[in-house]
Protein backbone atom coordinates (compact mmCIF):
# COMPACT_ATOMS: atom_id res chain seq x y z
CA UNK A 1 0.00 0.00 0.00
CA UNK A 2 2.88 2.39 0.82
CA UNK A 3 4.48 1.58 -2.64
CA UNK A 4 1.70 2.46 -4.12
CA UNK A 5 0.89 5.72 -2.69
CA UNK A 6 4.64 6.28 -3.49
CA UNK A 7 4.13 5.76 -7.59
CA UNK A 8 0.67 7.25 -7.51
CA UNK A 9 1.89 10.67 -5.91
CA UNK A 10 5.13 10.30 -8.04
CA UNK A 11 2.82 10.11 -11.57
CA UNK A 12 0.41 12.55 -10.25
CA UNK A 13 3.46 15.37 -9.36
CA UNK A 14 4.60 15.10 -13.53
CA UNK A 15 1.70 13.63 -15.19
CA UNK A 16 -0.96 16.48 -14.14
CA UNK A 17 1.77 19.29 -14.86
CA UNK A 18 2.73 17.89 -18.39
CA UNK A 19 -1.08 17.36 -19.42
CA UNK A 20 -1.49 20.90 -18.14
CA UNK A 21 1.44 22.35 -19.61
CA UNK A 22 0.13 20.20 -23.18
CA UNK A 23 -3.32 21.86 -22.41
CA UNK A 24 -2.69 25.63 -22.22
CA UNK A 25 0.78 25.64 -23.85
CA UNK A 26 1.97 28.08 -21.74
CA UNK A 27 -0.79 31.35 -22.98
CA UNK A 28 -2.34 31.17 -19.27
CA UNK A 29 0.26 29.87 -17.11
CA UNK A 30 2.29 32.92 -18.48
CA UNK A 31 -0.26 35.12 -16.90
CA UNK A 32 0.00 33.38 -13.41
CA UNK A 33 3.40 33.14 -13.06
CA UNK A 34 4.62 35.15 -10.92
CA UNK A 35 1.82 34.83 -8.27
CA UNK A 36 2.29 31.13 -8.93
CA UNK A 37 6.15 31.61 -7.75
CA UNK A 38 4.97 33.19 -4.92
CA UNK A 39 2.69 30.65 -3.63
CA UNK A 40 5.21 28.08 -4.78
CA UNK A 41 8.26 29.90 -2.98
CA UNK A 42 5.86 30.28 0.14
CA UNK A 43 4.91 25.94 0.26
CA UNK A 44 8.48 24.82 -0.44
CA UNK A 45 10.52 26.87 2.23
CA UNK A 46 7.74 25.92 4.59
CA UNK A 47 7.95 22.64 4.20
CA UNK A 48 11.84 22.47 3.83
CA UNK A 49 12.22 24.65 7.12
CA UNK A 50 9.55 23.01 9.43
CA UNK A 51 9.01 19.48 8.02
CA UNK A 52 11.90 18.00 6.30
CA UNK A 53 14.80 19.09 8.05
CA UNK A 54 13.37 18.85 11.24
CA UNK A 55 12.67 15.03 10.30
CA UNK A 56 16.05 14.66 8.74
CA UNK A 57 17.70 16.06 12.37
CA UNK A 58 15.50 13.84 14.83
CA UNK A 59 16.19 10.33 12.69
CA UNK A 60 20.10 11.41 12.68
CA UNK A 61 22.66 10.23 14.67
CA UNK A 62 25.03 13.11 14.03
CA UNK A 63 23.10 16.29 13.12
CA UNK A 64 26.48 17.30 11.55
CA UNK A 65 25.91 14.84 8.99
CA UNK A 66 22.54 16.08 7.58
CA UNK A 67 24.72 19.53 7.76
CA UNK A 68 27.17 18.50 5.43
CA UNK A 69 24.79 15.87 3.15
CA UNK A 70 22.68 19.48 3.08
CA UNK A 71 25.57 20.95 1.78
CA UNK A 72 26.05 18.29 -0.84
CA UNK A 73 22.86 18.01 -2.02
CA UNK A 74 22.81 22.05 -3.05
CA UNK A 75 26.58 21.28 -4.82
CA UNK A 76 25.25 18.29 -6.39
CA UNK A 77 21.82 20.58 -7.75
CA UNK A 78 24.03 23.29 -8.98
CA UNK A 79 26.02 21.02 -10.87
CA UNK A 80 23.39 19.36 -12.98
CA UNK A 81 21.80 22.90 -13.32
CA UNK A 82 24.56 23.68 -15.30
CA UNK A 83 25.38 20.83 -17.28
CA UNK A 84 21.63 20.06 -18.23
CA UNK A 85 19.93 23.47 -18.32
CA UNK A 86 17.40 22.11 -15.80
CA UNK A 87 15.31 25.39 -14.96
CA UNK A 88 13.75 26.78 -17.69
CA UNK A 89 15.03 30.53 -17.32
CA UNK A 90 18.35 29.45 -18.02
CA UNK A 91 17.33 29.32 -21.64
CA UNK A 92 15.50 33.09 -21.81
CA UNK A 93 17.43 34.34 -24.32
CA UNK A 94 16.23 34.72 -28.13
CA UNK A 95 18.00 33.10 -30.52
CA UNK A 96 17.29 32.21 -34.22
CA UNK A 97 16.94 28.59 -34.31
CA UNK A 98 18.59 26.57 -36.83
CA UNK A 99 18.78 23.05 -38.12
CA UNK A 100 21.56 22.14 -35.04
CA UNK A 101 19.99 24.06 -32.83
CA UNK A 102 17.06 22.10 -33.17
CA UNK A 103 18.91 19.35 -32.84
CA UNK A 104 21.01 19.96 -29.79
CA UNK A 105 18.80 22.08 -28.10
CA UNK A 106 16.28 19.29 -27.57
CA UNK A 107 18.19 16.48 -25.74
CA UNK A 108 19.36 18.13 -23.12
CA UNK A 109 15.87 19.39 -22.16
CA UNK A 110 14.57 15.94 -21.97
CA UNK A 111 17.46 14.50 -19.99
CA UNK A 112 17.55 17.39 -17.88
CA UNK A 113 13.75 16.95 -17.04
CA UNK A 114 14.54 13.56 -16.47
CA UNK A 115 17.25 13.35 -13.89
CA UNK A 116 14.98 16.36 -12.32
CA UNK A 117 12.00 14.62 -12.18
CA UNK A 118 13.78 11.68 -10.94
CA UNK A 119 15.28 12.88 -8.16
CA UNK A 120 11.53 14.46 -7.12
CA UNK A 121 10.59 10.59 -7.05
CA UNK A 122 13.48 10.15 -4.20
CA UNK A 123 12.05 13.24 -2.32
CA UNK A 124 8.45 12.09 -2.48
CA UNK A 125 9.42 8.14 -1.58
CA UNK A 126 11.67 9.47 1.11
CA UNK A 127 8.68 11.42 2.74
CA UNK A 128 6.09 8.69 2.80
CA UNK A 129 8.59 6.77 4.08
CA UNK A 130 8.04 9.12 7.36
CA UNK A 131 4.56 9.72 7.00
CA UNK A 132 1.68 9.51 4.52
CA UNK A 133 0.56 12.87 5.31
CA UNK A 134 4.22 14.28 5.00
CA UNK A 135 4.50 12.52 1.68
CA UNK A 136 1.05 14.12 0.47
CA UNK A 137 2.48 17.69 1.72
CA UNK A 138 5.79 17.11 -0.47
CA UNK A 139 4.16 15.92 -3.40
CA UNK A 140 1.70 19.27 -3.16
CA UNK A 141 5.09 21.30 -2.99
CA UNK A 142 6.43 19.58 -6.07
CA UNK A 143 3.08 19.40 -8.29
CA UNK A 144 2.44 23.21 -7.58
CA UNK A 145 6.67 23.90 -8.22
CA UNK A 146 6.25 21.16 -12.11
CA UNK A 147 3.25 23.38 -13.28
CA UNK A 148 5.86 26.35 -14.44
CA UNK A 149 8.74 23.83 -14.86
CA UNK A 150 6.57 21.76 -17.51
CA UNK A 151 5.04 24.52 -18.98
CA UNK A 152 8.48 26.30 -19.77
CA UNK A 153 10.23 22.70 -20.86
CA UNK A 154 7.14 22.53 -23.55
CA UNK A 155 7.23 25.74 -24.67
CA UNK A 156 11.27 25.33 -25.29
CA UNK A 157 10.60 21.81 -27.24
CA UNK A 158 8.11 24.05 -29.44
CA UNK A 159 10.14 26.32 -30.23
CA UNK A 160 13.31 23.89 -31.21
CA UNK A 161 11.18 22.67 -33.66
CA UNK A 162 8.86 19.56 -32.36
CA UNK A 163 4.96 19.64 -33.27
CA UNK A 164 3.25 19.97 -29.85
CA UNK A 165 2.11 15.77 -29.99
CA UNK A 166 5.89 14.94 -30.09
CA UNK A 167 6.61 17.40 -27.07
CA UNK A 168 4.04 16.33 -24.99
CA UNK A 169 5.20 12.18 -25.54
CA UNK A 170 8.83 13.26 -24.89
CA UNK A 171 8.21 14.94 -21.77
CA UNK A 172 5.63 12.30 -20.59
CA UNK A 173 8.88 9.99 -21.59
CA UNK A 174 11.00 12.30 -18.70
CA UNK A 175 8.67 12.20 -16.20
CA UNK A 176 8.14 9.11 -16.57
CA UNK A 177 11.65 8.86 -14.18
CA UNK A 178 9.76 10.17 -11.27
CA UNK A 179 7.91 7.18 -11.16
CA UNK A 180 11.80 5.15 -11.72
CA UNK A 181 13.28 7.24 -8.42
CA UNK A 182 10.36 6.81 -6.05
CA UNK A 183 10.31 2.56 -6.43
CA UNK A 184 14.31 3.10 -6.07
CA UNK A 185 13.98 5.57 -3.37
CA UNK A 186 11.03 2.73 -1.63
CA UNK A 187 13.68 -0.36 -1.86
CA UNK A 188 16.87 1.48 -1.05
CA UNK A 189 15.68 3.26 1.86
CA UNK A 190 12.93 0.86 3.44
CA UNK A 191 15.71 -1.74 2.79
CA UNK A 192 18.68 0.96 4.45
CA UNK A 193 16.76 2.41 7.17
CA UNK A 194 19.95 5.22 8.24
CA UNK A 195 19.71 6.08 4.71
CA UNK A 196 16.26 8.26 4.96
CA UNK A 197 18.02 11.41 7.19
CA UNK A 198 20.21 11.74 4.64
CA UNK A 199 17.09 11.52 1.73
CA UNK A 200 15.09 14.24 3.86
CA UNK A 201 18.15 16.63 3.89
CA UNK A 202 18.83 15.77 0.28
CA UNK A 203 14.59 16.66 -0.39
CA UNK A 204 15.13 20.13 1.72
CA UNK A 205 18.17 20.82 -0.38
CA UNK A 206 15.68 20.51 -3.46
CA UNK A 207 13.44 22.66 -1.78
CA UNK A 208 15.38 25.36 -1.04
CA UNK A 209 17.57 25.50 -4.21
CA UNK A 210 14.28 25.56 -6.20
CA UNK A 211 12.78 28.45 -3.75
CA UNK A 212 15.85 30.25 -3.02
CA UNK A 213 18.07 30.14 -6.86
CA UNK A 214 15.50 29.91 -9.03
CA UNK A 215 12.22 31.23 -8.10
CA UNK A 216 12.78 34.24 -5.42
CA UNK A 217 16.05 35.86 -8.57
CA UNK A 218 12.69 35.51 -10.93
CA UNK A 219 10.42 37.54 -9.04
CA UNK A 220 13.29 39.75 -8.29
CA UNK A 221 13.31 41.17 -11.65
CA UNK A 222 9.33 41.67 -12.52
CA UNK A 223 8.82 44.49 -10.75
CA UNK A 224 5.49 45.95 -10.31
CA UNK A 225 5.32 48.63 -7.42
CA UNK A 226 3.56 48.64 -4.19
CA UNK A 227 0.75 46.82 -5.27
CA UNK A 228 2.77 44.00 -7.20
CA UNK A 229 4.98 43.57 -3.28
CA UNK A 230 1.76 43.41 -0.98
CA UNK A 231 0.43 40.97 -3.37
CA UNK A 232 3.46 38.90 -3.47
CA UNK A 233 3.47 38.83 0.11
CA UNK A 234 0.38 37.67 0.35
CA UNK A 235 0.33 34.98 -1.94
CA UNK A 236 3.61 33.69 -0.57
CA UNK A 237 2.09 34.00 2.85
CA UNK A 238 -0.88 31.81 1.67
CA UNK A 239 1.95 28.87 0.24
CA UNK A 240 3.19 28.95 3.96
CA UNK A 241 -0.35 28.61 5.56
CA UNK A 242 -1.34 25.31 2.72
CA UNK A 243 2.65 23.87 4.43
CA UNK A 244 1.38 24.37 7.42
CA UNK A 245 -2.65 23.01 7.26
CA UNK A 246 -1.42 20.02 4.93
CA UNK A 247 1.23 18.74 7.02
CA UNK A 248 -0.74 19.41 10.28
CA UNK A 249 -1.76 15.88 11.02
CA UNK A 250 1.56 14.80 10.34
Known sequence: MLLFSIISACLLATVIAIVTAY???????DRWGAGLSCVSTGLLLTLAF??????????AADPRHIGIALWAACVLLFTLEQLFDLHHHSH???KP???SLRIRGVWPIVIGDSLHTFTDGIVIASSFL??????WAITAGILLHELPQEVGDFVLLTRSGLSREKAFRLLLLAGASAATGGLLG???LDWIRGMLPYALALSAASFLYISMCELIPRLAVEGGGHKAFRNRILLFGLGSVIAFLIGLEH
Not at 51 to 59: K, S
Request: aromatic letters at 6%; one cysteine or more; glycine letters at 12%.
Open 97 to 99: IDG
Open 92 to 94: GCE
Open 50 to 59: THLLPEAFEH
Open 130 to 135: VSPHLG
Open 23 to 29: SLNGRIL
Open 186 to 188: YLV
